[in-house]
C-alpha cells in the first residue's frame, strides 16, 4: 500500500505539477468523531446456575484525512482508537479488544481482550473517472454480507480492491471486490479473511492456510423500486448469493416502504468434502442455508411503525444456520444485541445468533417516535420487540425488548441511552449444539461527537 502511495505522488511530481500535487493536501479535509461508551452486559442462568455481570467505560473513535482529487485521484486514512478507563472486574471487553483476545487464544475476557488499541483502520488510495471508481487498500465497506456493523465502538475494515460503475442510462451499480484481509470491530489486527472466519480450523475445513475473498454486486433502480443481487464467494469455503427488492411509495400523505430479500449459501470446494467428514466442525454436515425475511413500515407525521417477519429453511442434514463471519447481518428481523455480531469473532464464522440459527422463524415489530412537535427538537425514542420460535430451542421462544432514547443536538453532537431485554438469549455452536440463556440484559451510553 505504501509503494502504491509512493509512486502516485512521484508520478504526479516528475509531470510537473507539484503545486498541484501540493494542493490536493493543503484543500484536504480532516474528519473523524470522538466517542464515549459505557457498558453493562448482565446474565442469568438457572440451569446449569451461572451469573455473571460485565461492564466498561471507554473514550474511542476515528480521526482520518481525506486530500483533494487530483486528476481523479485521491487518499484517504482513518486511524481509529479505544481506551479503556475506570474498568472494573470483570470487563465487558466488546467496546475494547475481544476479538485480540480470542485470536491469542486467551479469551473474550482476558487481559489481551481488555487492552486499549491504535490501528489504521483505513488506508487507500482511489481514483475515479465519471462512473467509474477503483479503492485500493484498507477501507470500511457497507455490503449485506461484509459490513461495516458501528453498533460499539469501532467499525470493522477490510483489505482489498474494489470496483464500481454506474450505467446511468440503464439506471444500474455494477460492483465488485476482491478481499484478503478483515480487521474485526474489537481488533487492530488485519487477518486473512478466510482464516478471520474459520481460525483454527482453517486447513482442516479448506485445505489451505489462507484463502480471499471476491464478490460482486448488481443494483437496478427506479423512481420507487430498487432491487439488488450480491455474490459473495470464498474458494473452498463458501458461496452466498443475496437478493433484495425494495419497494417505496405513498398511502394518502404517509409515506411506506416493502423490502423483501431471499438469501441461500453453501459449502465450496474442499469445504463441501471435508465438513460431511465425521468429526468436523461442523458435525459432518456441509453447508446449505436458505433464508427469506421481508418487512414493512409506514410513517405517520413524526411516528413510524415497522413490522418484519424472517424464517432460515430447516435442514437437519446440513449446516442450516447462516454464516456471517464479516459483520453481515442481513435479516430484518435484527435486534440490537440479537444480531449474530459475535458469529464475526475470529474463528466464529460457523456458529450463529437467534434469528440466523436453522429453523428458526421470527417476526419483529417496532416503534420510532421524534418529538420536534412539542418544540423541543432532536429527541427521539425507538421502541422494538422480537420474537424468534424454533422447536430446537429446549427453553422456549427467545424474546428481545430493546428500548432506545436518542437526542441530536446539531450536526455535530448527539446521545443515546439503550436498554436491552432478552429472554432465553440463544446461540448455536458449529456442529448445531444449542444454548440458551434464561435471561439477559444490557446498557449502553453513547455521546458521540462528528466533525
Known sequence: MKKIILSTIVIVSVSGAADTLLKMFSQGKAYGNIKYYYIQTDKQNDTPYKDTSANANAVGGQLGFETASLTGWELKTTFMFTNGFLLDDPVDTSILSRDNGIHLGT?????????????LGEALISYSVENFSINYGRQVIKTPLIHAKEVRMLPSSVQGVIISYRIDTAKLDISGGYLTHFKQRTSDQFINIQKHALGEKMREITGHEEGELIYGSLKWYQEGLDIALFDCYAPDFLNSLHGNVSYKSHYMVHPYTLSLELLWQRSVGNADTNLQKVGSAAGGKKIDAKAISFKGS???GESNFLAAYSYIADKNSAHDSLVLPWDGTPLYTNMITSNDLFASNYGKGLSADSIYIGGTQAFKVA?????DFTGYKGFKSVLSYMNADNDKFTKGNQQDLNIVLAYKYDSHLSLALKGIFVVNNTNASADGTIEQLDDFQQYRVI?????
Open 367 to 371: 416503534y420510532t417516535q421524534t418529538y
Open 298 to 300: 409506514i410513517s405517520m
Open 107 to 119: 479469551g473474550a475476557g482476558s487481559k489481551d481482550a481488555q487492552e486499549s488499541f491504535a490501528v
Open 447 to 451: 455521546a458521540n461527537y462528528t466533525f
